[in-house]
């Protein structure tokens, strides 16, 4: 969840960066205004695939690049992680 004004592609550019060589694609699909996302927020749903053309990824691998995606949408975007 952010700031309504916030650009998607800003956004995109944050995971991408972060993500580094893992990152092989991201896929927006879905935004979502609206009461449960709160007043001047939306919800932005990406979807993320990791690899490594070497190996296979552990699960700690990508946990810690995924968290640190997260941790800078959170650190420049003030995004919050939306609880299920």
């Known amino acids: 969840v952010v700031d309504d004004e916030i650009p998607v592609g800003q956004m995109v ?12 694609e991201v896929r927006l699909f879905d ?3 609206g009461e449960q996302a709160g007043e001047g927020k939306k919800s ?10 070497d190996k296979t990824l552990t699960d700690e691998e990508v946990n810690q690049v995924h968290s ?12 919050v992680l939306r609880e299920m």
């Open 13 to 24: 550019s944050i995971i991408t960066f972060t993500g580094g060589d893992l990152l092989e």
């Open 31 to 33: 935004i979502y205004r």
């Open 44 to 53: 932005v749903a990406f979807s993320l695939v990791y690899r490594d053309k």
């Open 68 to 79: 640190s995606v997260l941790e800078a949408l959170r650190d420049k975007l003030n995004a």
